[in-house]
C-alpha cells in the first residue's frame, strides 16, 4: 500500500507539473487576484515617482516579490521589505552553510527526529546513510524536510563539536549567516521553514533577503547543479546495510524554461505560495522573488511574468549615438582642441566604434558626460584623447576612452612663434586661445 501511495503522490505531482507547464508555455492568463501596482517600485523609485504606465508593470498576484540582478541591483519591488513568511525557501539558506562547512562526499545519519518530521520529504528512514550531497540533494529537489534536519544535526556539530543541540547551533548560524549576508528582515528558528504546530514562531524574512540567499546560493557550483537537476535519484544505505535508491521530483515546474536554471518553493498556510529562482538569458542573470502567491501554478505564473518583464525592458544601444562620420569612416564623437594651436581640432572616436552598453529602459533617463585630455604636441592616430562616461538614473553604465582618428602634428619653432603672436592680439581681442572643445555624439536613447 506504502509504494501504491508514493506512486499516486508521484503521479499526481507530475500532472500537475504538466498542466503548469503548459499553461505558462501557452501564455494562460493569470487568474483572478493578479495586478499592476503603480506603487510598485522601479530601479529604487516606484512606478508612480518615474512616470510609468500600467502596461510597462509585471501583473502579478504575490503581495511581495523582487527582481533582483547578479550585481545585486534591484528592478522590481513590491512590498519587498515587508516581513513574511518563506516556509522551505528556508533551505536555501540551509544549503549555503552546508556546502560552506562540508565536502560532499562526508557520510551523514538520518536521526529518528529527521526520519518522522513529516510533510515534503525525501523518504529517508532512520538508520539510512548517505553522503552529505545525496542528503543536499534531498533538501532541495524534493524539499525535503527530513533532509533539512539530517544536515543541520550534522552541520551543527561540525560547528561546534561540544554543542548538546546541533539543530539549535546550526539554526543559529544561519541567523549569522544572514546577517553577513545583509539580510536585515530575516530569523531563522529551524533549518526547514515549516512554520505551525510545533514548529510555530516567530520565523520570517522579505523577498530582498530571500534573493540576497539565492545570489549567494549560486555562488556556488555545486548548489547550481542540484537545482538544475530535474528528476533525480539519491543513494541511500540503509540501517541494515544494504543500498536502495529514492526518485525525486523537482517542484520547479519553471525548470529548463525561458532561461529558468533553478529555484525553491515554498508553501505554508501563512506563507502562502513561494517560489524562488534564479534565470539566465544570453549571459544575464536575474534572481525572481515571489511570496505569499494564492496557488501553486500562480506562484509560477507570476515568476515567468517577472523574468520576461525584466528580459523584456532590456536594451542595448550604440554608445555612439552619432551620425557624423570622421574621414575614416568612424563615427564621430567629438572634436577636440589641439591646445598648441589656436584654430586646430582633432577628430576622436570611440576606442571600439562598434560599442554597445546595455541598459534598462525603465530605469530612468541615460545621460552622457565627454572629458577631453589635454592635447599638446604632436597627435596619432589611436592615441587617446579624452573618454565618455554614460550614466542611467546617475548609475555609472558605461566607460570608454575616445581616441583620435587623424593625425596632428605640432608646431615647428616658426609656427610656435606665430601661434604666440596669434594669441597676444586675441588676448587684447578678449578672443579663445585655442579652438574650443566640441562634444557631436549625443546620449543614446534608453
Not at 503522490?9 to 487576484?33: D, E
Not at 510533510?119 to 553522503?131: C, H, I, P, R, V
Amino acid at each position: 500500500m506504502k509504494s501504491l501511495t508514493s506512486f499516486a503522490k508521484r503521479s499526481a505531482q507530475l500532472a500537475a507539473g504538466f498542466v503548469c507547464a503548459i499553461a505558462l508555455a501557452a501564455g494562460a492568463p493569470t487568474v483572478a487576484g493578479a495586478q499592476v501596482l503603480t506603487t510598485d517600485n522601479v530601479c529604487g523609485k516606484t512606478a508612480d515617482a518615474r512616470g510609468i504606465t500600467a502596461e510597462n508593470l509585471p501583473d502579478i498576484d504575490a503581495t511581495n516579490a523582487l527582481v533582483m540582478g547578479k550585481d545585486g541591483t534591484v528592478y522590481y519591488g513590491r512590498g519587498a521589505d515587508e516581513q513574511v513568511k518563506i516556509a522551505s525557501i528556508t533551505k536555501v539558506m540551509t544549503a549555503i552553510l552546508t556546502v560552506e562547512n562540508c565536502k560532499m562526499d562526508e557520510k551523514v545519519t538520518v536521526s529518528n527526529t529527521a526520519a518522522t518530521v513529516g510533510n515534503s520529504t525525501a523518504g529517508l528512514l532512520e538508520g539510512d546513510e548517505l553522503t552529505v550531497e545525496q542528503a543536499l540533494r534531498g533538501l532541495m529537489i524534493p524539499s525535503g524536510n527530513d533532509a533539512a534536519i539530517v544536515l543541520a544535526e550534522y552541520v551543527g556539530k561540525k560547528i561546534d563539536p561540544k554543542t548538546k543541540d546541533a539543530e539549535a547551533t546550526f539554526v543559529k548560524a544561519m541567523n549569522e549567516r544572514a546577517k553577513k549576508l545583509g539580510c536585515t528582515g530575516t530569523l531563522f528558528e529551524n533549518p526547514h521553514g515549516l512554520d505551525f504546530d510545533e514548529w510555530a514562531g516567530d520565523m520570517h524574512s522579505t523577498a530582498h533577503d530571500v534573493a540576497l540567499m539565492m545570489q549567494e546560493a549560486m555562488k556556488n557550483d555545486t548548489i547550481r547543479e542540484v537545482v538544475a537537476s530535474e528528476d533525480s535519484w539519491i543513494e541511500v544505505t540503509g540501517a541494515d546495510g544494504t543500498d536502495h535508491s529514492h526518485s525525486m521530483d523537482t517542484h520547479n515546474y519553471l525548470l529548463g524554461q525561458d532561461g529558468n536554471i533553478g529555484g525553491k518553493t515554498g508553501t505554508t498556510d501563512d506563507a502562502g505560495y513561494c517560489f524562488t529562482g534564479a534565470y539566465n538569458r544570453d549571459g544575464d542573470e536575474i534572481y525572481t522573488v515571489i511570496l505569499n502567491s494564492t496557488t501553486t501554478d500562480q506562484r509560477f505564473t507570476d515568476t515567468a511574468t517577472l523574468a520576461n518583464w525584466y528580459y523584456d525592458h532590456k536594451v542595448t544601444v550604440a554608445i555612439a549615438n552619432t551620425q557624423e562620420k570622421t574621414a575614416n569612416g568612424n563615427p564621430l564623437m567629438a572634436r577636440i582642441s589641439q591646445t598648441d594651436w589656436t584654430d586646430k581640432t582633432i577628430d576622436a572616436t570611440l576606442a571600439d566604434p562598434t560599442a554597445q552598453a546595455t541598459v534598462f529602459s525603465l530605469a530612468g533617463e541615460v545621460t552622457e558626460k565627454v572629458s577631453y585630455d589635454d592635447l599638446s604636441g604632436t597627435v596619432h592616430v589611436g592615441d587617446k584623447v579624452g573618454s565618455v562616461t554614460l550614466k542611467q538614473d546617475g548609475t555609472k553604465i558605461a566607460v570608454m576612452d575616445l581616441v583620435a582618428d587623424e593625425e596632428g602634428a605640432g608646431p615647428n619653432p616658426i609656427e610656435w612663434l606665430l601661434v604666440k603672436l596669434d594669441r597676444l592680439g586675441r588676448r587684447i581681442d578678449n578672443r579663445p586661445l585655442a579652438a574650443e572643445s566640441e562634444t557631436v555624439a549625443k546620449a543614446p536613447k534608453a
